[in-house]
């Protein structure tokens, strides 16, 4: 596709419930980041892929959250047993190339509400 | 510990005026340093792109500034219009590490008619 594509746009969950996010990157791009976003805050790291290695998964806040790119391509999200802490947007990112010296393009992510 | 600190919060402008952005970072080892533009429910859309030996780019009204010696950059906008309303978030990435590519909060400018 011609951009980062990310489904849902809105998903809102009961506590406790599970819950799958989706990225769809740019065709080609190596390197696919989630980010977590609180309203009126800069987006914070989650995990980072190259193709389908997880190179970095420090971010991922609690054991409930977990992430997969199985062909080095489209990125799940998921999220057990949801809290209400978890409700922020999720955004994901594709480059091209390495995670620190090549452009990173966004998605419009995806808006967690947890009730 | 690697921040970006970004200034003022938030500002509103009047419609043609200039305004310009602030950013500290202590990020390290430095590899570049970004602007990203972010409407409401949009994800961040690059402005610039940076590296250690770059001072000064721009992109249309936007130009970025960096002193790799201070650790500060701007970023001026000329002549503002409506659709420049947006937060503005600062972007620092260091060599080596993924986990490294620390957001600031950005800034929430509003452009007034």
């Known amino acids: 596709g011609a951009g980062v594509s990310q489904s849902p746009r809105y998903k809102v969950a009961k506590r406790g419930q599970d819950v799958a996010l989706r990225c769809d990157p740019i065709s080609g791009h190596v390197s696919l980041f989630w980010y977590q976003q609180a309203l009126g805050q800069g987006p914070e790291f989650l995990t980072y892929?190259?193709?389908?290695?997880?190179?970095?998964k420090s971010g991922l806040p609690s054991d409930r959250f977990f992430a997969e790119r199985p062909e080095g391509s489209v990125s799940t999200l998921k999220i057990q047993r949801t809290q209400q802490e978890d409700s922020a947007v999720y955004l994901c990112?594709?480059?091209?190339?390495?995670?620190?010296?090549?452009?990173?393009?966004f998605g419009q992510g995806t808006r967690l509400t947890v009730v | 510990k690697n921040q970006v600190e970004q200034s003022p919060q938030s500002l509103i402008i009047l419609e043609g005026k200039n305004c310009t952005l602030q950013?500290?970072?202590?990020?390290?080892?430095?590899?570049?340093l970004r602007w990203y533009k972010q409407d409401t429910g949009r994800g961040p859309v690059s402005l610039t792109i940076m590296t250690f030996s770059e001072n000064t780019k721009s992109n249309g009204r936007y130009t970025a500034t960096l002193d790799a010696d201070t650790k500060q950059s701007s970023l001026h906008i000329t002549a503002s219009q409506l659709s420049d309303s947006a937060s503005y978030i600062c972007v620092v990435s260091a060599y080596s590490s993924a986990s490294k590519i620390i957001f600031g909060s950005g800034t929430r400018l509003s452009i007034r008619p």
């Open positions: 892929f190259q193709n389908e290695a997880q190179l970095d």
């Open positions: 950013c500290n970072y202590t990020v390290s080892p430095f590899s570049n």
């Open positions: 990112a594709s480059s091209l190339g390495r995670a620190w010296n090549t452009e990173a393009f």
